[in-house]
């Protein structure tokens, strides 16, 4: 019955090493016949079917069980999703397409930072969240340096589907393809930003409960972040707008400073604020941006 209504939970009960075909046992019995704390894998649907949950007791999470999710939910990320996606991708766009270039870059620029961020967590958050069940308490490290570039990958993954609906000529013949291919992109975004919430709503807090009691002393509040403060001018100079043509050409920060004779940290604070004041965080995003805008020429495009 749990599974009945709520067809999300199909991917949960994957991520916890659960099968289909457990007849008409409870959800007791199968966590205990699959080595899930039950507790904690009700904890995680209902958050999943619901996108919160009002009062969860963290010190009765199991966080081998949590970790175990997490490490499933990274190999099923990584290892088929973002692949599948770039497949639709590219099968449903023409070659003859010049933005079809530029959507797949940006695919691969979302893919590469996702990648990264969870290779991040797979080499320094688990084996510091292990080493913290061991009883070992690493004080140079906590679980609040993993949680900076949720928001980053998502914006990217917006920027790619803004692409695909408003710059993208239509093709009759491979319409119902892109359209599909684009409902996969949304369902990848939901999906991504729920594993996101597990781990800031529950697997965190169930980790910070372990840190505190390795290091009771510890008082520091380690989630706080200044949020970024944007611009109210979206005009840019004249300055940043050859920034903007350098990122189109391909050319590396150094390479736009020295043709600018500019330091490459003056390049990289042209770049935060280009980022600010256009609401675009990909260079696939400038490069559409610089089209649309008429700074360059997609012709001259490869």
């Known amino acids: 019955m749990l599974i009945k209504d709520n067809y999300n939970v199909l991917q949960s009960l994957g991520c916890f090493g659960i099968n289909l075909g457990f007849e008409d046992k409870t959800v007791e019995e199968v966590c205990k016949d699959n080595d899930v704390d039950t507790y904690t894998f009700l904890t995680v649907v209902n958050f999943t079917m619901n996108g ?19 490490k499933a939910s990274h190999t099923y990320y990584l290892g088929f999703q973002l ?21 797949i870059d940006c695919y691969d620029e979302y893919a590469s930072a996702v990648t990264n961020h969870m290779k991040y967590e797979e080499e320094n958050l688990f084996p510091y969240v292990e080493a913290l069940l061991r009883g070992e308490r690493n004080r140079k490290y906590s679980v609040a340096d993993y949680e900076r570039n949720h928001t980053q990958t998502d914006l990217i993954l917006k920027e790619l589907k ?3 609906i408003q710059y993208l000529p239509p093709d009759k013949q491979r319409n119902n393809q892109l359209m599909a291919t684009l409902y996969d992109i949304y369902n990848n975004q939901e999906w991504l930003a729920l594993h996101a919430k597990v781990e800031d709503a529950i697997f965190a807090p169930a980790i910070e409960l372990v840190e ?17 403060v944007a611009s109210e001018d979206d005009d840019l100079s004249e300055r940043e707008i050859d920034v903007v043509k350098g990122v189109v050409l391909g050319l590396s920060n150094k390479e736009i400073a020295e043709n600018l004779c500019i330091s490459t940290n003056t390049v990289i604070t042209h770049r ?19 089209i649309v805008h008429k700074l360059v020429d997609v012709k001259e495009m490869r």
Do not use: C, Q, W
């Open 52 to 70: 919160s949950v009002r009062e969860i007791n963290h010190a009765k999470l199991s966080v081998d069980t949590l970790m175990r999710y997490l």
């Open 83 to 103: 692949p599948f996606i770039r497949r639709e991708l590219t099968e449903s766009l023409s070659v003859y397409d010049p933005m079809a270039k530029i959507i």
């Open 162 to 164: 803004t692409f695909i």
């Open 212 to 228: 505190k009691k390795l290091d009771e002393s510890s008082t520091t509040n380690i989630f706080g972040n200044s949020p970024a």
């Open 272 to 290: 935060r604020n280009i980022a600010k004041k256009l609401d675009i965080h990909s260079a696939a995003g400038l490069t559409v941006y610089a």
